[in-house]
């Protein structure tokens, strides 16, 4: 059953977060001006910024405030240990930097305001690359570059997925059935570091095979691929299944309702190249 929302509009919702954060951080925290959903807070560390535009998304779509707070309580997790760790924040330990994708439009915003590192990797999603450690992840900037002399920025996509490579292939945490008997569908959802890019690393990738598939690059920690036993080597193919599996229908589910959303595209993957698969007309 859909849950009652408390907070229809954009205004409303970013007022309660701003409440929240304040309070439970001790700082001041302003929503930007024509931007309710994009908030601004003064931390022991420095300014930051709070998008809430993805959150605001999934609460409207299900209409649970829990995803929600625990979003607010990550916010205030990761700003408590950055605090802690104040003199250690612009230092990289490059064992711990992975590749991740975000949608265009974050990785943008993110190089806008911060100065954060990408690179184009599929349409309408970006690499970023990130350092999870000590329970803090830190999206790579150029002024930590700057602080860190020794890790170049054109060496940053090789130790990424030098460190993705270490962790070996991540395997689906979930087989599941179809609306066609002969497709399956694969979810993947990885939790210590992010995995997402193993799809597009031939060295990581080959042992699949040739055969194509379907991808979907959901949520920061989940991934979706559908399996046919049944031909997708033609665009025609690709999109009947796509469509008469349930998969893209499921692909746009994900991004309403779970957490941390980056896209509902869809990927077809040919010999271990991936391209953008276009709705049926």
């Not at 059953?1 to 977060?17: C, G, N």
């Not at 807070?41 to 995803?67: E, F, P």
């Not at 975000?102 to 806008?112: F, V």
């Not at 399996?227 to 991004?255: I, N, P, Y």
């Amino acid at each position: 059953m859909r849950q009652a929302r408390l907070y229809d509009q954009p205004e409303q919702f970013a007022e309660m977060m701003k409440r929240h954060l304040a309070e439970s951080l001790q700082i001041e925290v302003r929503m930007t001006e024509g931007e309710p959903l994009l908030l601004e807070m003064d931390d022991k560390i420095g300014k930051a910024q709070v998008s809430l535009h993805n959150t605001y998304q999934t609460y409207m779509a299900g209409g649970d405030l829990n995803a929600a707070v625990d979003y607010l309580n990550d916010i205030v997790r990761s700003s408590k240990l950055a605090c802690e760790k104040k003199d250690e924040i612009y230092i990289l330990d490059s064992d711990y930097i992975y590749p991740a994708l975000r949608d265009d439009g974050y990785a943008e915003a993110m190089r806008k305001q911060a100065g954060g590192l990408s690179a184009e990797r599929l349409p309408g999603l970006r690499e970023v690359y990130l350092e999870i450690k000590d329970g803090l992840t830190k999206i790579i900037t150029t002024e930590m570059l700057e602080q860190n002399p020794d890790l170049r920025e054109d060496q940053l996509r090789k130790i990424a997925y030098r460190n993705l490579r270490r962790q070996g292939w991540q395997e689906p945490r979930m087989r599941l059935p179809t609306l066609l008997d002969s497709c399956m569908f694969e979810v993947y959802m990885h939790d210590t570091h992010p995995a997402e890019c193993q799809f597009l690393d031939p060295e990581l990738n080959g042992w699949i095979g040739r055969k194509p598939y379907l991808v979907a690059f959901t949520n920061r920690k989940t991934v979706i691929v559908l399996r046919a036993d049944e031909a997708m080597d033609t665009l025609r193919q690709a999109q009947r299944l796509a469509e008469e599996s349930g998969f893209r229908t499921m692909a746009k589910r994900s991004v309403a309702l779970m957490p941390s959303p980056v896209s509902d595209r869809v990927y077809w993957v040919r010999d271990g190249k991936a391209g953008l698969l276009p709705p049926r007309k």
